[in-house]
């Protein structure tokens, strides 16, 4: 394996000293990883450095056609004091998939769980110690040649930077309310909707501020062509319990593949539910809440956890689901989630990997 340089602050940062006011993604720890590739050499120079300013070319690709991804993953404080990642593999795997479609260079995986390892070694002290806090890890990798014509980049930076952070909704655990968006779309199949590429943000932003507008947290985006699906909310997958069912939209290529949603079908269907990925017809959504049949509606993410939604818009009609409280599959699967996560479970599952 790559030898990583390291260099240390010599100016570390104060620590949050109230970490309930934490929020999410608004404080940075001390250290960051960088490494750099160009065509003809592969990825080269590996090392941790002071956080701080990454100087680009204003030509900088990556300015000018978007040719950037990013990851998202935690590091969590267990009660016995050890630090555990939740399958960091997957995560990497997702990255070499966002790479794939952005035609950016593969990166080794084992070789990046090693780097962010290193690196969540040494800004250890920073990992929150409140329940339900984390440090937030965020892998991303930019084009940066200086370069003005249209075409796949020869340069990048793959960069790892760390963030202590608690619930990504202000209303933490109380449900969020959630606008079926029918207007805009953020994907469609054979796009980018399966990578997480910066771009799929920037174009999401527009639905989410006229959803702000209205006093919804994020919107529920339909599939972009017939805008009949159901796909997924903006920073997390999706799901429905319809009487004995519990379902979620099918991948198709359009919406990301989330690790949060892969477990919690893992999780439920070990547990005996019947949880199925399938198209979902929106219409399908209104009838079951017409009929008395929707029981719970949640997200999943690794920033928004399990998060329960009390209230979905819909063109005029307003769902409010089960009464604006959260359900007891969604209950119970924050529980084991959360559970098996900050190691107060056991993990028969194999998902932790503590970094030591
Ligand atoms: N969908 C979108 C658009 C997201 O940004 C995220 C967050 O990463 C998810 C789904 C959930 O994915 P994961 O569970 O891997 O965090
Ligand atoms: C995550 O859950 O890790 C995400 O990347 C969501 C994000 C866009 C805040």
């Known amino acids: ?6 260099q240390l602050t010599t100016t570390p940062k104060q620590k949050p000293l109230d ?22 050499e592969g990825w080269i120079n590996p090392r941790i450095v002071p956080y701080g300013p990454i100087a680009l070319d204003p030509a900088a690709m990556c300015l000018h056609y978007g040719q950037e991804i990013f990851e998202g993953m935690k590091a969590y404080r267990a009660d016995d004091g050890r630090i ?3 399958r960091p593999e997957e995560n990497f795997k997702r990255m070499n998939d966002s790479n794939a479609r952005l035609c950016i260079p593969p990166v080794d995986i084992d070789f990046c769980i090693h780097a962010l390892s290193e690196l969540v070694k040494i800004d250890q002290e920073w990992i929150p110690h409140m329940k339900d806090t984390s440090l937030y890890i965020r892998p991303f990798v930019f ?29 933490g655990l109380k449900p969020v309310k959630i606008y079926v968006e029918h207007k805009y779309a953020r994907s469609v199949k ?16 527009i639905a989410q501020e006229e959803a702000h507008a209205q006093g919804y947290s994020q919107v529920l985006w339909l ?29 198709g290529g359009s919406i990301l593949p989330g690790i949060t949603r892969k477990s919690v079908l893992e999780l439920l269907r070990s547990l005996g539910y019947n949880a199925t990925e399938r198209l979902l017809p929106m219409q399908e959504i209104v009838d079951a809440y017409n009929n008395g049949k929707l029981d719970e509606v949640f997200g999943t993410g690794t920033a928004a956890v399990i998060s329960p ?13 089960n009464e604006g409280n959260i359900g007891p599959v969604s209950q119970m699967l924050y529980d084991k989630l959360t559970g098996i996560q ?15």
């Open 1 to 6: 394996m790559q030898e990583i340089s390291i």
């Open 19 to 40: 970490e309930s006011k934490l929020g999410f993604g608004n404080i940075f720890t001390d250290h960051m990883f960088l490494m750099n590739y160009k065509t003809g």
């Open 84 to 86: 555990l990642l939740f």
């Open 143 to 171: 084009s940066i040649d200086p370069h003005l014509g249209v075409r796949a980049a020869n340069e990048y930076i793959f960069a790892i930077i760390l963030s202590p952070s608690g619930s990504y909704y202000a209303e």
């Open 190 to 205: 054979g796009g980018t909707g399966m990578a997480k590429a910066a771009g799929n943000y920037a174009t999401s932003l």
């Open 223 to 251: 599939d972009g062509a017939q805008k009949k699906y159901v796909e997924e909310v903006g920073a997390m997958n999706i799901f429905f319990k319809i009487g004995d069912e519990i379902v979620t939209p099918e991948l």
């Open 309 to 321: 939604v009390g209230v979905l818009k819909y063109d005029d009609l307003v769902m409010n689901i």
């Open 342 to 356: 900050w190691g107060r479970e056991e993990d028969t599952f194999g998902w932790t990997r503590e970094i030591k």
